[in-house]
């Protein structure tokens, strides 16, 4: 019997890199699909175009980002690596060594970068330059996608994404997913190479909506519904489906499907308060809730109803966000709030303040707010009443897609 080893025992397994170091599988897999999502044909189309070697896909939650780029990966015969970044990957070593991982299976990690992430004190040089030989030794044609990049915010993570980006030889494609745009990154749009999805181009449509209703609620709506339906959600796929959740089992006419779906619904509640509350610094979900009794919002106006300074520079950061902000305007000062997402704003606004409207300061608000504004009639900047809420809630707002 062989030294250190137990009769009828087998010598234990080398434990593997991942294992050591922690990572979390799940990041490195390309997440699955439902049954009901939408296949995105022409966008599929799009991705599969071979000058696409740099794929920005920016939009707000919800818009599909994930499901578009894992149906295209999981239908591409081409080599593909994934990896979902999360707040930990802004420590270098901790990304280098999930990219590692997610290269591994094509590519095996040289000696010494492999001392490096080992090591307790990495060399950020030493890391960026391990990175680049895998990624110049990856065998083309070959896919990587960064899904939820926005979580990279410390420059030493954003460098070395860029560093990668700028790495890749022909036939070496990476797509990259988030809410905001990745000027970090280095991307810009007069990239070689680059195609940029956002969120006009994942905005459903009425086809869309039609089978997504009829995946998820088993049920056809017609035009007229499929368009009251688009009319309510903005093509937003999220509350398309959230929709068509809320209105499958429920006992009442096609007629009523887009009038009984309103910010208030416990679908798009959960899905905001999960999306906003939990994600932004509190001064940021104040800013949100207080301005939601503008019909359209500037700098100006947000001020004068906040009796504040600086507000446009806070629309301005909503919007590189991506936090569900139409843009009025090229010039970046008008904007207003998507019109599900505003009602539920406005639904957190009366259950923090329940008396807001009935006070001389929010009186004293609104007329300022008429004062500053070009563009509102004065008794839009009132806060309404539930009962007025409920009212304008059933009319369906104006089609604009997002």
Same mark, same amino acid.
């Given at each position: 019997?062989?030294?250190?080893?137990?009769?009828?025992?087998?010598?234990?397994?080398?434990?593997?890199?991942?294992?050591?170091?922690?990572?979390?599988?799940?990041?490195?897999?390309?997440?699955?699909?439902?049954?009901?999502?939408?296949?995105?044909?022409?966008?599929?189309?799009?991705?599969? @175009?071979?000058?696409?070697?740099?794929?920005?896909?920016?939009?707000?939650?919800?818009?599909?980002?994930?499901?578009?780029?894992?149906?295209?990966?999981?239908?591409?015969?081409?080599?593909?690596?994934?990896?979902?970044?999360?707040?930990?990957?802004?420590?270098?070593?901790?990304?280098? /060594?999930?990219? *590692?991982? *997610?290269?591994?299976?094509?590519?095996?990690?040289?000696? !010494?970068?492999?001392?490096?992430?080992?090591?307790?004190?990495?060399?950020?040089?030493?890391?960026?330059?391990?990175?680049?030989?895998?990624?110049?030794?990856?065998?083309?044609?070959?896919?990587?996608?960064?899904? !939820?990049?926005?979580?990279?915010?410390?420059?030493?993570?954003?460098?070395?994404?860029?560093?990668?980006?700028?790495?890749?030889?022909?036939?070496?494609?990476?797509?990259?997913?988030?809410?905001?745009?990745?000027?970090?990154?280095?991307?810009?749009?007069?990239?070689?190479?680059?195609?940029?999805?956002?969120?006009?181009?994942?905005?459903?449509?009425?086809?869309?909506?039609?089978?997504?209703?009829?995946?998820?609620?088993?049920? !056809?709506?017609?035009?007229?519904?499929?368009?009251?339906?688009?009319?309510?959600?903005?093509?937003?796929?999220?509350?398309?489906?959230?929709?068509?959740?809320?209105?499958?089992?429920? !006992?009442?006419?096609?007629?009523?499907?887009?009038?009984?779906?309103?910010? @208030?619904?416990?679908?798009?509640?959960?899905?905001?308060?999960?999306?906003?509350?939990? /994600?932004?610094?509190?001064?940021?979900?104040?800013?949100?809730?207080?301005?939601?009794?503008?019909?359209?919002?500037?700098?100006?106006?947000?001020?004068?109803?906040?009796?504040?300074?600086?507000?446009?520079?806070?629309?301005?950061?909503?919007?590189?966000?991506?936090?569900?902000?139409?843009?009025?305007?090229?010039? /970046?000062?008008?904007?207003?709030?998507?019109?599900?997402?505003?009602?539920?704003?406005?639904?957190?606004?009366?259950? /923090?303040?329940?008396?807001?409207?009935?006070?001389?300061?929010?009186?004293?608000?609104?007329?300022?707010?008429?004062?500053?504004?070009?563009?509102?009639?004065?008794?839009?900047?009132?806060?309404?009443?539930?009962?007025?809420?409920?009212?304008?809630?059933?009319?369906?707002?104006?089609?604009?897609?997002?």
């Amino acid at each position: 019997m062989a030294a250190g080893t137990v009769e009828g025992l087998k010598p234990p397994l080398e434990i593997g890199h991942d294992v050591r170091w922690g990572l979390r599988h799940s990041r490195l897999r390309i997440p699955s699909t439902r049954t009901t999502d939408v296949v995105r044909e022409s966008l599929l189309v799009r991705l599969s @175009d071979p000058s696409a070697l740099l794929i920005n896909v920016v939009a707000p939650p919800g818009y599909g980002k994930t499901t578009l780029l894992a149906q295209y990966a999981s239908s591409i015969s081409e080599r593909t690596a994934w990896l979902s970044v999360g707040e930990d990957c802004n420590d270098p070593i901790v990304l280098v /060594r999930y990219l *590692a991982i *997610a290269f591994e299976p094509y590519v095996p990690i040289g000696p !010494d970068l492999l001392s490096e992430l080992d090591a307790v004190n990495p060399r950020s040089s030493i890391l960026e330059a391990g990175l680049g030989e895998v990624v110049r030794g990856v065998p083309a044609p070959f896919l990587l996608v960064i899904d !939820d990049v926005d979580h990279l915010t410390d420059p030493s993570a954003t460098d070395l994404i860029r560093a990668l980006v700028e790495e890749a030889q022909a036939g070496i494609r990476v797509a990259l997913s988030g809410l905001h745009q990745a000027k970090p990154f280095g991307l810009s749009q007069a990239t070689q190479g680059l195609l940029e999805i956002g969120p006009n181009d994942l905005a459903f449509g009425e086809d869309d909506a039609v089978v997504l209703f009829r995946n998820v609620a088993d049920e !056809d709506i017609e035009g007229s519904d499929a368009s009251a339906v688009m009319d309510r959600t903005e093509g937003w796929p999220a509350a398309v489906y959230l929709a068509a959740l809320s209105h499958r089992g429920a !006992d009442r006419p096609n007629l009523a499907i887009a009038e009984a779906f309103h910010g @208030d619904d416990r679908y798009i509640v959960d899905f905001f308060r999960e999306a906003v509350l939990t /994600r932004l610094p509190p001064e940021q979900v104040d800013f949100l809730i207080r301005t939601a009794v503008l019909d359209e919002l500037s700098g100006p106006l947000c001020d004068a109803i906040l009796d504040t300074s600086g507000s446009g520079t806070h629309l301005e950061e909503l919007d590189d966000a991506n936090l569900f902000l139409v843009p009025l305007d090229h010039r /970046r000062e008008r904007y207003r709030y998507h019109y599900l997402f505003r009602e539920w704003l406005l639904m957190e606004l009366r259950h /923090r303040t329940p008396d807001l409207e009935k006070t001389p300061t929010a009186r004293a608000s609104a007329s300022r707010a008429t004062r500053a504004s070009r563009y509102v009639p004065s008794s839009r900047h009132a806060v309404p009443s539930p009962s007025a809420m409920s009212r304008a809630s059933m009319e369906a707002p104006p089609s604009v897609k997002t």
